[in-house]
């Protein structure tokens, strides 16, 4: 594998975690409530010794036993062998009755298929499986217009009195079932919370063939204006770590905002890559064929560049890898982190291996205008260091919320100042 593929293949990545139940007890027909209040062990496993890999099967952790995906794992020896090991695992597990494992082993190999027919229906497995698995997700499912197409959402009450509205997205074309249960604590303590896919993601991307766009304040406006929101907080995952505060700088009913995830720039890993910053350094000269040439050449043994070229172009919606490229490259905060205004939370692994953990920092310190910054570095001690906290992800949610009950204590505090304030305090 070419340096470059590497860096690529992070970039196919960058969609965000996922998770769902390790316990094979829930594996059969359950019910929303029960799939929102189970419980987990924290901790990033040694899974396969690929490195991107054991991300994805740690991943797939929260759904399916430890010891299942390290047998599944041990067969897996080369990209080649991870559709059709998890395509035996799918059956195997439907088979079995667990349908919620099988669900989740089809979303495995899905994301690994070149784009295309083969994709589109391993995913609509996916959901076949998964509404049999929590059939009373499909039933609070919602369609929101947007361009001709509608974005997919789920609408959760909060539980008791609700404090507020949470509005949370995924990134690279991550998927809605995959957002489903970090969300129970966040009911729990009061928040109504609306999660769904945009353009470039999940259903939005697979079955309506509706890319992702630059201004990410679109979607997030159509979402905002059909449950008539007015003050909400708006969490981004992975990529959504430049889409979530992209979009806050130019909608201002987002009073505060979480980037799960520092993304400043969407290419800050890959330019890291001599190879890679040649490619970019083409495009950026207008080289469209030149471009397109190397980056067949690169590909020709290159299984794992080539899946990641054709994800790209599908993200993107882009003709060729010329203009996946340009779309990527106008992927970064720098030209409107002046703009956001909100108070604001990144949170970042500090052994992320997809993206450079300084992006947190080049962030906060480009958000000059913010009415609050807070940076939560989260570490390797934690179970939590890694893209998204995949070994750990209810620790972020337990920052988000408590991040969230502090600001409620300084908007109370702030009701009743002391006089003669001076300008600008």
């Not at 990134?171 to 957002?179: I, T, V």
């Not at 207008?286 to 397109?292: D, P, S, T, V, Y």
């Not at 949610?397 to 600001?407: D, G, P, V």
Request: hydrophobic share 45%; net charge negative; with cysteine.
């Amino acid at each position: 594998m070419t340096r470059v593929s590497k860096v690529l293949i992070g970039l196919l990545f960058t969609l965000n975690a996922g998770w769902a139940l390790a316990d094979s007890k829930s594996a059969g027909n359950i019910t929303l409530d029960e799939l929102l209040s189970k419980e987990f062990k924290p901790g990033y496993m040694a899974l396969n010794a690929d490195v991107e890999m054991n991300f994805f099967l740690n991943r797939l952790a929260w759904s399916i036993p430890a010891e299942h995906l390290k047998e599944v794992g041990s067969r897996i020896h080369s990209i080649d062998d991870w559709v059709p090991e998890m395509i035996k695992a799918a059956e195997s597990a439907e088979g079995e009755g667990r349908l919620l494992h099988a669900a989740n082993y089809w979303k495995a190999a899905e994301f690994y298929m070149m784009a295309g027919d083969a994709k589109r229906n391993a995913y609509e497995r996916f959901v076949e499986l998964h509404d049999r698995a929590v059939p009373d997700l499909s039933k609070v499912r919602k369609n929101v217009p947007y361009e001709g197409g509608f974005l997919t959402v789920v609408e959760l009450a909060a539980k008791g009195t609700q404090k507020g509205t949470i509005v949370i997205h995924s990134g690279y074309d991550g998927l809605l079932e995959e957002l489903i249960l970090p969300l129970g604590p966040l009911m729990e303590a009061g928040y109504r919370v609306i999660a769904f896919e945009g353009p470039g993601q999940g259903g939005v991307l697979r079955v309506q063939d509706i890319p992702m766009p630059r201004r990410w304040e679109k979607p997030v406006g159509a979402i905002l204006d059909f449950f008539d929101i007015d003050d909400c907080t708006l969490i981004g995952m992975s990529l959504g770590g430049y889409l979530a505060p992209r979009a806050a700088a130019f909608d201002a009913r987002i009073k505060r905002v979480v980037a799960w995830g520092a993304m400043h720039d969407m290419l800050a890993g890959p330019r890291q890559d001599p190879q890679f910053t040649m490619l970019e350094s083409l495009v950026s000269a207008g080289e469209r064929e030149k471009m397109n040439a190397v980056f067949e050449q690169l590909g020709e043994n290159d299984h794992k560049l080539q899946l990641a070229g054709s994800h790209g172009r599908h993200v993107s919606g882009g003709k060729d890898i010329f203009e996946f490229y340009q779309w990527a490259m106008q992927m970064s905060l720098a030209d409107v982190a002046h703009l956001i205004k909100q108070d604001v939370l990144i949170v970042m692994g500090t052994q992320d291996h997809l993206v450079p953990a300084e992006q947190a920092w080049v962030s906060a310190k480009a958000m000059t205008n913010a009415r609050s910054m807070s940076v939560r570095m989260i570490t390797a001690e934690e179970q939590g260091a890694e893209h998204c906290q995949i070994g750990n992800p209810r620790l972020t949610i337990a920052e988000i919320i408590s991040w969230l009950q502090r600001l409620e204590r300084r908007d109370q505090a702030l009701k009743d100042p002391l006089p003669y304030l001076a300008t600008g305090s």
